[in-house]
T-cell receptor, first 114, second 114 residues
Framework: AQTVTQSQPEMSVQEAETVTLSCTYD???????LFWYKQPPSRQMILVIR??????QNATENRFSVNFQKAAKSFSLKISDSQLGDAAMYFC???????????FGTGTRLQVTL | NAGVTQTPKFRVLKTGQSMTLLCAQD?????MYWYRQDPGMGLRLIHY???????AKGEVPDGYNVSRLKKQNFLLGLESAAPSQTSVYFC?????????????FGPGTRLTVL
C-alpha cells in the first residue's frame, strides 16, 4: 500500500519570504504521479503543481516549485515570494495508474504573516 | 460551465437516518470519486467509478453505497448514518487518458450525524 507522510502540521512564513513544505511517500511502483493541492478556508481543493515520476526535471508553476528526489522518495514544495493568499492547508498526494485514485498526506497548515 | 457541483452543501442527520449526496459534473468526465476529509487525516477515498454503470470500493467504503446511472452524476448513499460518518465529503472527477489526470473537486458537503 502506498503511504504519504507530511511531517509538518503547521508552518509559518513572512510575506515575500520563501517556505518549503515537506512530503515523503512510500511505494514499490516505479511509475507514479505526485501532486500538491491547496485548500483555502473556502474548502475548495485547488491543484498547485504535479510531477511525473519518470521526469527528472523538477516541476515549476510561477512561484511554486518542487524538489523531487526519487531515490529518497521525497517531494517537497517551495513557495517563493509568499503572499497572504498562500495561507491555506497544503496536501501532498500520490497516485499510480490511469484510475487516478489519490492517496493524500495529512496536510500542512501554512500561515503567512506580515 | 459549472465544473463539479455537490448537493447539499450542509446537512445534519440523526443516527440511523439515511440520505444521498449528489455529485454532478458537466465536463463529460469518465472517472468520478468520493472522498471524506476528517481532521488530521487528509482525504480518504470511499468509492470511485471509472465509467457509467461501474463502481468500485476505495479505502473506507463501509457504511456507504454509490451509484453511477448517468455519466454526469455520482451518488453517495448513507443507509443508516452513524456519528463516525460526520465528515466533509468531496466529489472529484477527471477525464480518461494516459497517465494520471488532474482531478477536479467539488466544493464539499459538510455532514454532521448526531
Amino acid at each position: 500500500a502506498q503511504t504519504v507522510t507530511q511531517s509538518q502540521p503547521e508552518m509559518s512564513v513572512q510575506e515575500a519570504e520563501t517556505v518549503t513544505l515537506s512530503c515523503t511517500y512510500d511505494t514499490s511502483e516505479s511509475d507514479y504521479y505526485l501532486f500538491w493541492y491547496k485548500q483555502p478556508p473556502s474548502r475548495q481543493m485547488i491543484l498547485v503543481i504535479r510531477q511525473e515520476a519518470y521526469k527528472q526535471q523538477n516541476a515549476t508553476e510561477n512561484r511554486f516549485s518542487v524538489n523531487f528526489q526519487k531515490a529518497a522518495k521525497s517531494f517537497s514544495l517551495k513557495i517563493s515570494d509568499s503572499q497572504l493568499g498562500d495561507a491555506a492547508m497544503y496536501f501532498c498526494a500520490f497516485t499510480t495508474g490511469t484510475a487516478s485514485k489519490l492517496t493524500f498526506g495529512t496536510g500542512t497548515r501554512l500561515q503567512v504573516t506580515l | 460551465n459549472a465544473g463539479v457541483t455537490q448537493t447539499p452543501k450542509f446537512r445534519v442527520l440523526k443516527t440511523g437516518q439515511s440520505m444521498t449526496l449528489l455529485c454532478a459534473q458537466d465536463m463529460n468526465h469518465e472517472y468520478m470519486y468520493w472522498y471524506r476529509q476528517d481532521p488530521g487525516m487528509g482525504l480518504r477515498l470511499i468509492h470511485y467509478s471509472v465509467g457509467e454503470g461501474t463502481t468500485a470500493k476505495g479505502e473506507v467504503p463501509d457504511g456507504y453505497n454509490v451509484s453511477r446511472l448517468k455519466k454526469q452524476n455520482f451518488l453517495l448513499g448513507l443507509e443508516s448514518a452513524a456519528p463516525s460518518q460526520t465528515s466533509v465529503y468531496f466529489c472529484a472527477s477527471h477525464s480518461a487518458g494516459l497517465g494520471a489526470r488532474e482531478q477536479f473537486f467539488g466544493p464539499g458537503t459538510r455532514l454532521t450525524v448526531l
